[in-house]
């Protein structure tokens, strides 16, 4: 199986900072990677797809980047509305295993 | 719009079943593959269990394999889910989610809004 680990599990920013996310892979992926945002008590958003192509209706802010076994997803500059749990999942093979997550907290 | 809506979720005591299903709408359902994904209470995301637009693929996560059983009916829009032998570790929010595709590049772009299971006694 392929495991996703995301760094950091935390991390704490203000409004305006330049935020970045890993996932790194134990085997290549290639690019079938996607980001997902999660608020409390709501569904999983799809924001990246394809390692680095922005879902629609995502701002562009968002950004995603990396192929093989290093990805990376940045937020350009931090609004209030970006302050969730990020998760990682790779779809190259079975079971599409997500990234144990990275909440992205106020500082 | 395509909405996913899932039902059939409470709680059940330990060693026992529970069918969740997923009524699927703004989109042709027989096209795509489809999926369940899980999260315990204050944990991460957790792939369940996919299948393919006509069933002829099949995937389970190693946790489910031989007590859970996905299905689908595309004449009703809907999937689902069978859950049997439950264990308190299976307690979670169950969600539905559609695979789309671009080129051969799948994400899962739509999600439900989520059924909770609680297993205990």
């Known amino acids: 199986d392929i495991q996703l680990t995301q760094s950091p599990s935390f991390l704490s920013a203000s409004v305006g900072d330049r935020v970045t996310i890993t996932c790194r892979a134990s085997q290549g992926i290639s690019s079938y990677l996607a980001w997902f945002q999660q608020k409390p008590g709501k569904a999983p958003k799809l924001l990246i797809f394809g390692a680095s192509t922005l879902q629609d209706g995502v701002p562009s802010r968002f950004s995603g980047s990396g192929s093989g076994t290093e990805f990376t997803l940045t937020i350009g500059s931090l609004q209030p509305e970006d302050f969730a749990t990020y998760y990682c999942q790779q779809f190259n093979s079975y079971p599409q295993t997500f990234g144990q997550g990275t909440k992205v907290g106020i500082k | 719009e395509v909405q996913l809506v899932e039902s059939g979720g409470g709680l059940v005591k330990p060693g026992g079943s529970l069918r969740l299903s997923c009524a699927a709408s703004g989109f042709t359902f027989s096209s795509y593959s489809m999926n369940w994904v899980r999260q315990a209470p204050g944990k991460g995301l957790e792939w369940v269990s996919s299948i393919s637009p006509t069933s002829d693929y099949i995937y389970y996560a190693d946790s489910v394999k031989g007590r859970f059983t996905i299905s689908r009916d595309n004449a009703k829009s809907s999937l689902y889910l069978q859950l049997n032998s439950l264990r308190a570790e299976d307690t979670a929010v169950y969600y539905c989610?559609?695979?789309?595709?671009?080129?051969?590049?799948?994400?899962?772009?739509?999600w439900g809004q989520g059924t909770l299971v609680t297993v205990s006694s």
């Open positions: 989610t559609r695979k789309n595709y671009y080129g051969s590049i799948g994400y899962y772009d739509s």
